[in-house]
């Protein structure tokens, strides 16, 4: 499974969560059936509250999920109209916590009716 991961850093599996999924500079992409880790930069990481496209830029990577601290519904409903499921990490702070809660099944799959209405949601 392809999965990823928004990032305020490029620290490798130690970077830090970013706390709102279309603000990350960075994403990890994780791939949990080889173990194979990136990170990508965010070209959208600079945009009007509302318009975040994060689908477009993981077309054709192959992402299953996104594990994230906090998403818009917009982005959220985006993502999930892709297939792409969204995974809240439990305010995990580094990749390596946000995949070890994946891993043993313990983050929630949310809609975008459970995501956030604006940027100080947390």
């Given at each position: 499974m392809k999965l990823i991961i928004p990032l305020d850093e490029n620290q490798g599996p130690i970077s830090k969560l970013c706390d709102h999924f279309g603000s990350a500079p960075?994403?990890?992409?994780?791939?949990?059936?080889?173990?194979?880790?990136?990170?990508?930069?965010?070209?959208?990481?600079?945009?009007?509250?509302?318009h975040c496209t994060p689908a477009d830029a993981f077309t054709g990577m192959g992402i299953n999920?996104?594990?994230?601290?906090?998403?818009?519904?917009r982005a959220a409903a985006r993502?999930?109209?892709?297939?792409?499921?969204?995974?809240?990490?439990?305010l995990a702070r580094t990749v390596e916590d946000a995949l070890a809660r994946f891993?043993?099944?313990?983050?929630?799959?949310?809609?975008?009716?459970?995501?956030?209405?604006?940027?100080d949601c947390h």
């Open positions: 960075f994403f990890g992409v994780a791939d949990t059936e080889n173990g194979a880790f990136d990170i990508i930069e965010n070209g959208n990481s600079e945009h009007d509250h509302g999920a996104v594990i994230c601290n906090g998403i818009g519904a993502l999930q109209e892709t297939g792409i499921d969204i995974y809240m990490a439990g891993s043993t099944g313990t983050l929630n799959k949310v809609g975008p009716k459970q995501a956030c209405e604006g940027h």
